[in-house]
């Protein structure tokens, strides 16, 4: 933090900060989890409430879709979920759990989906947070975002897998413990 924020990274040779990952303080909201699990709470709190102020992906910059989903994406989400369980005790202001990193989660999300609407079902690479995808994005799609796309059904489990959780799911309370399932896989 003290070196590179509200930089996306932080240069270890030169202990700066730098751009280039959306410029929207991308290390900052990847670890946010992190802070809570730690146990930081003064420092976790006070990062949310500068998220939730100071972030907006309304910014004129292609993202890597993979790296935006997995980092951004996925540290507001979860970030979220620990600050809107009161259970934690991780916010000492009340925080809403209908707004918030939730409601950034959101726009970042319909800006990222027209990235996934593509012939293959393989999503683009890249994406431009204001403009969706280029006309020029490369047709080549990014493989590390794919996954069953909705309108393709999930393959189906092999018949040997499919028949022992069928038979596990059936069995009472007490056949179903870790020794008597080693045993059946076995």
Known sequence: MANAFPADVLLPLSCTGKDGWGSFSLTLVDTLDALALLGNRTEFEA???????????DVDETVSLFETTI???????????????????????????????????????ERLLPALDTPSGIPYGSIHLRDGV???????????????????PAPPAPP?????????????????????SARSRG
């Open 71 to 109: 980092r951004a994406l996925g540290g507001l989400l979860s970030a979220h979920l620990l600050a809107a369980d009161p259970q934690l005790r991780l916010m000492e202001a009340p925080y809403d759990p209908h707004g918030g990193l939730l409601l950034l989660a959101l726009d970042l999300a």
């Open 47 to 57: 990062r949310v409430w500068w998220v939730v102020e100071h972030l907006s992906f």
């Open 160 to 180: 040997a897998l499919h028949t022992a959780r069928v038979a596990r799911r059936r069995a009472p309370p007490q056949a179903r413990s870790p020794s008597s």
């Open 134 to 152: 280029s006309p020029t994005e490369s047709t080549i799609t990014c493989t590390a975002a794919a996954g069953a796309s909705p309108s393709s």
